[in-house]
């Protein structure tokens, strides 16, 4: 009996070590993942204009020097934005995410636009994010490292172009952890860029419908198609009937009401009067009434809440513009249910649910 509790004991004292050592490996296993998880105290990235850039590890919060920036950064994750760069309306908020309203206003450093350094380093973002929609440039790079070396604060340029938004939203993603979100983004960009793409190709040249771009108050400033504002009308392949030289990146040409009569548009597309637009100028005004846009009652307002559909600040929005612009000039081909996409893109990318009264709102003056 003695030498039976022995071996007893023996095999209890085993069991016991081997349990022990098991416990050891596995803390040391689970240890092990918490430190490969744990992000680091800084790592260097390369932005899309080819810049090493050294980031915290983790970023919790980052602000933009552009509205296209914070709208594209607003899409993904407004909870690490630290401010706005463009004022917002009491109109437009009713579109927003009523936290991000009440963020403060820093401003920007794109057309001659200042940023506040003194609420920029209040704020204290981990990085700044500058997104341009105008090709990469030395201009930017020189621009975005004076206001590195400014605010000692990591900047990063982003591709703003619109055919890169895929790009963008992939790395933005990565970067603010919402990679999960970010996909879903980029299905919604990818099918629409490639759905506008083959449906304009099926526009014959002698079907183009003739396009006017009213900018302004007086509706006499616009885009030649070679400029980055008119960019969606290529896009639709809408003939853009503005002959007339590109006004550096800013845009704006000037023309004569004139020049517009002798370009006869079958359509004009105007800002609206609340947003300094001439919209209802070119309705009433009998210097206008001689163009077939306007006797056929084809002058509509560019959708401008909480963001423009089409340009100023020709951001992400330009993806739901790009369907509006294609069922209004050609509702053959492009079929879209506008009250359906209006309602879906704001739930996905701009956090509202909207009704159908609010997307006939937003569409009231904008479809034939």
């Given at each position: ?44 990235i390369t932005d899309h204009a080819g810049r090493s850039v ?153 079907k183009k419908v003739k396009v006017y771009y009213a900018e ?153």
């Amino acid at each position: 009996m003695i030498k039976r509790g022995k071996r007893i004991a023996a095999i209890l004292t085993i069991i016991m070590l081997i349990s022990i050592l098991l416990t050891g490996c596995g803390g040391q296993k689970k240890a092990a993942v918490q430190q490969q998880t744990t992000p680091p105290a800084e790592k260097t990235i390369t932005d899309h204009a080819g810049r090493s850039v050294t980031i915290p590890g983790k970023i919790e919060k980052v602000y933009f020097t552009s509205p296209a920036g914070m709208i594209m950064v607003y899409t993904l994750a407004p909870e690490k934005m630290a401010g706005i760069s463009m004022k917002i309306s009491e109109k437009e908020q009713k579109y927003l995410l009523p936290e991000v309203c009440k963020l403060p206003y820093i401003g920007g450093i794109q057309l001659n636009a200042k940023i506040n350094n003194e609420e920029l380093l209040k704020a204290d973002p981990d990085v700044i994010f500058s997104v341009g929609p105008e090709a990469l440039s030395e201009k930017e790079i020189s621009t975005a490292d004076k206001l590195q070396k400014q605010v000692n604060i990591p900047v990063i340029i982003l591709d703003g172009n619109l055919e890169s938004t895929e790009k963008t939203l992939a790395f933005l993603g990565e970067m603010l952890g919402v990679e999960d979100r970010a996909q879903k983004l980029i299905a919604y960009s990818k099918q629409t860029l490639k759905q506008v793409s083959e449906l304009s190709k099926t526009i014959p040249e002698d079907k183009k419908v003739k396009v006017y771009y009213a900018e302004g108050p007086k509706g006499l400033a616009t885009e030649p198609k070679s400029s980055s504002h008119a960019l969606l009308f290529n896009m639709v392949n809408a003939q853009n009937v503005a002959e007339v030289a590109i006004k550096g990146t800013g845009g704006m040409s000037n023309v004569s009401l004139e020049q517009v009569l002798k370009w006869n548009p079958d359509v004009i597309f105007s800002w609206g009067t609340e947003r300094g637009g001439a919209y209802d100028q070119i309705l009433a005004s009998p210097d206008w009434n001689k163009i077939s846009a306007v006797k056929n009652k084809k002058v509509y307002e560019i959708p401008n809440a909480p963001f423009n559909w089409i340009d100023r600040p020709p951001s992400i929005s330009r993806l739901l513009g790009l369907k509006w612009l294609g069922a209004t000039l050609y509702p053959d081909v492009f079929k879209y249910d506008m009250i359906k996409e209006v309602k879906d893109f704001y739930k996905l990318f701009y956090h509202v649910e909207l009704t159908d009264q609010d997307a006939k709102d937003l569409l009231k003056n904008s479809l034939q």
